[in-house]
């Protein structure tokens, strides 16, 4: 039973993870993605932790349940790997702008920021002079979001991975038979 539970409460956290993502991503973002894979992730743990809940009746769907289980924090631990460097290189990129108006650098009065409509939704979006464009990456749009609910799915899906571990259940010794 704790082996369900730790797997329900993992894929419960995953998928807030996603959905927390998606409703913090600027407007115009594709940030869907997160609300998919983690809720993909996440529904394939629950649906593991019940199987598992079977082992005394259906003894194969339970072990499925069980071995699958454990297995798919560890595997979902793979895409964050994948894709945090990648996410992060972007957040800097992004960041670069911005850190350099803040600084002082540039004086914000050369920022040409227009209003615009995204999906229903007013955006503001913030661009330099076309000189200072080509250096600085443009359009002045966080990314950071994204790095972070790469960074927090990932150290969930590996604390996930120890906790099934360690609640994994004594599996019960298979009946023997007759013929036995």
């Known amino acids: ?7 329900i409460a993992f894929g419960v956290s995953i998928g807030a993870i996603g959905y ?3 409703m913090v991503a ?8 997160a609300v998919f894979v983690t809720g993909g992730i996440g529904g394939l743990a629950i649906v593991c932790a019940l199987m598992s809940l079977l082992i ?12 699958l289980g454990m297995i798919v924090p560890l595997l979902a631990a793979g895409g964050p790997a994948m894709q945090f460097g990648k996410s992060l290189d972007g957040a800097k990129a992004s960041n670069e702008p911005i850190a350099t108006i803040v600084d002082g650098d540039i004086d914000p ?3 040409a920021f227009t209003k615009t409509e995204v999906e ?7 661009t330099l002079p076309s000189a200072l464009d080509q250096d600085m990456g443009g359009l002045l749009a966080p990314k950071g979001y994204q790095t ?12 996930g991975f120890i ?4 609640h994994r259940p004594k599996v019960p010794k298979k009946a023997k038979t007759e013929s036995e």
């Open 109 to 111: 009065a050369v920022v």
């Open 120 to 126: 229903g939704e007013e955006v503001w979006t913030g």
């Open 163 to 166: 906790a099934v571990l360690l």
């Open 26 to 33: 600027p407007a115009g973002s594709d940030a869907k993605t």
């Open 56 to 67: 005394r009746v259906h003894r194969t769907v339970g072990m499925i349940g069980i071995h």
């Open 148 to 159: 972070v609910g790469i960074a927090a799915s990932g150290i969930v899906c590996i604390f």
């Open 1 to 7: 039973m704790k082996f369900a539970i730790t797997l």
């Open 20 to 22: 927390a993502t998606y």
